[in-house]
């Protein structure tokens, strides 16, 4: 994982705890499905963000999480401690899990299978570790689904760029919608997958669109200097490209869109 584009600095964990705060209700809490007392792990989960989230909104669960970075996990312990939540932690890789077969009954990834070259080893030791009739919940994006409004060909060219750096790294930039062959192909039951889109407009009256372009802003900006060293891309125009994303607000006729997807499977009974 030494190519992984976020990097595990402080700046970068304290980045993912607020970008599972702002997609709390948008995106986490969305139309989740658990019963009382659920088994529920999280492959790559970081620094337990999203943990975080679902041990508050539902305090029976009982919470794993697997990361391949130990320094994610030291963080993951102290961020769950401060929320007073327990859960069981493991450093390790997602394609060969530390867990016996039929131990959840839930397994959830949020914006982790777009950064494996083989999404589908994660997806066979989910298969395992869950009991059957277990569910597993995918939420991955899409990048070159996040398209301003008006045009620019200089956001255009840092989009595809950082597309390009996912690519390079290992990853998927649409990983979104290859989700739903691969949970068929991993021998899950029930598939869905949907696209859910999140539209934001200039107006005086909300902030939405300043909020969002702020996300983006804050996982965008710090890989442009990767962009340009590794990929040899125009700085520049790199710059201006991010330049134009955060003016968008102030724009009188600017607009974002995107599409998030969240797939879903059961391990047959
Ligand atoms: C973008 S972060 C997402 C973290 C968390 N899901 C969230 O939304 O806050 C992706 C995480 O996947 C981890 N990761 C990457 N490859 C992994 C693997 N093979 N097994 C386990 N974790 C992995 C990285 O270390 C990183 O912490």
């Not at 993951?76 to 890789?93: F, N």
């Not at 804050?218 to 990767?226: C, E, M, R, Y």
């Not at 962009?227 to 125009?234: N, S, V, Y």
Request: glycine residues 8%; aromatic residues 10%.
């Amino acid at each position: 994982m030494s190519d992984y584009i976020h990097g595990y600095d402080l700046e970068e964990q304290a980045r993912l705890v607020a970008q599972a705060n702002y997609w709390r209700e948008r995106l986490i809490l969305r139309e989740v499905d658990f019963a009382e007392g659920d088994a529920v792990l999280e492959l790559g989960c970081g620094v337990g963000a999203v943990l975080g989230i679902l041990g508050q909104a539902y305090p029976s669960l009982r919470l794993a999480g697997i990361d391949l970075q130990s320094t994610q996990i030291d963080y993951a312990r102290k961020h769950l401690e401060t929320l007073e939540l327990t859960a069981d932690l493991r450093v390790g890789d997602a394609s060969q899990l530390p867990w016996a077969e039929s131990q959840f009954d839930q397994v959830c990834t949020t914006w982790f299978l777009e950064h494996l070259p083989q999404p589908e080893l994660a997806l066979k030791e989910a298969y395992r570790v869950l009991q059957p009739g277990g569910r597993l919940s995918l939420t991955e994006p899409d990048y070159m689904k996040i398209r301003p409004w008006p045009v620019n060909s200089d956001y255009d060219y840092l989009i595809s760029s950082l597309c390009d750096l996912l690519i390079q790294s290992g990853g998927s930039p649409a990983m979104g919608p290859r989700l739903g062959p691969l949970l068929e192909s991993a021998g899950f039951s029930e598939v869905r997958n949907q696209a859910w889109g999140y539209h934001y407009f200039q107006t005086t009256a909300n902030q939405e669109l300043k909020k969002f372009v702020e996300y983006v802003d804050g996982w965008l900006a710090p890989t442009v200097p990767q962009i340009a060293q590794k990929l040899g891309r125009d700085p520049q125009q790199l710059a201006a490209g991010l330049d134009f994303l955060r003016q968008l607000p102030h724009q009188p006729d600017g607009a974002i869109t995107a599409t998030i997807f969240r797939a879903t499977g059961q391990k047959p009974l």
